[in-house]
């Protein structure tokens, strides 16, 4: 694996792990993976649906963001789509 892929992925993990506002903020802004939404529930969503497609966490870590998705009535995938 090339040295720079290596270091984002161990950066990726970090920061998913670690569910800390400026550590994610800081990861974002250095891959340009996003801009930072402003809106609170907009920036956690958009964490713990990460979080639920990363496979490099443990299945209890993904779980957690799963419950916080449903908690805050959001869907897991941008693909999914709400039946009326």
Not at 26 to 36: F, L
């Amino acid at each position: 694996m090339h040295p720079e892929m290596a270091e984002f992925l161990s950066d990726r993990l970090t920061a998913l792990r670690s569910l800390d506002r400026a550590i994610l903020e800081d990861y974002i802004k250095k891959y340009h993976i996003m801009s930072v939404p402003h809106d609170e529930k907009t920036f956690w969503a958009g964490i713990h649906k990460a979080r639920v497609a990363c496979i490099d966490l443990t299945e209890d870590e993904r779980a957690f963001s799963r419950g916080w998705l449903a908690q805050h009535h959001v869907l897991e995938t941008m693909h999914e789509q709400v039946s009326e």
